[in-house]
């Protein structure tokens, strides 16, 4: 773990509106981060249909990866549905794919982090343009799940 990779967590930490504690080790280096209070921040919220991908996300995603640039930028004209939470993304039953149409907070899927889920929910009622995770996969702060194209009025 380098110098540029234990920046990149603590950006993703601090900006984590859920996160109270991470641990990470290697060979060379353990970093623990906890909050003094034990208790998530509280955040407001974005704009319902407006998610964007900070830059210290995008830049631990990057480190984590190696220095490679990770596709997570979602096309003009959609909604992006990103994770808001460090976990395993998890359908629970709920079968989402491209093509399939939905409503404003129906729920996508869920992310699991230490044990409790975290719903994945539609910003939009549209139709599901891309499905860019799968069960079991683990993702991260930020990254893009799904891609829903807006149902004209």
């Not at 799968?134 to 990254?143: A, F, K, N, T």
Request: aromatic content about 2%; some cysteine; proline content about 7%.
């Amino acid at each position: 773990m380098n110098h540029e990779q234990i920046e990149a967590v603590v950006a993703v930490f601090r900006e984590s509106a859920t996160l109270t504690e991470i641990e990470l080790q290697s060979a060379t280096a353990r970093v623990r981060l906890r909050r003094p209070s034990g208790r998530p921040r509280v955040m407001s919220a974005p704009p319902v249909g407006t998610k964007s991908i900070g830059e210290p996300a995008v830049a631990a995603r990057t480190a984590m990866n190696g220095g490679r640039a990770e596709s997570s930028v979602k096309a003009p004209g959609l909604s992006a549905v990103t994770a808001m939470v460090v976990g395993l993304f998890r359908t629970r039953g709920i079968a989402i794919n491209s093509g399939d149409s939905v409503k404003a907070g129906q729920i996508l899927g869920h992310i699991e982090t230490i044990g409790l889920l975290s719903d994945c929910v539609s910003p939009i009622a549209g139709t599901v343009a891309r499905v860019a995770t799968e069960d079991g996969q683990p993702v991260e702060y930020g990254q893009l799940l799904f891609e829903i194209e807006p149902h004209l009025p």
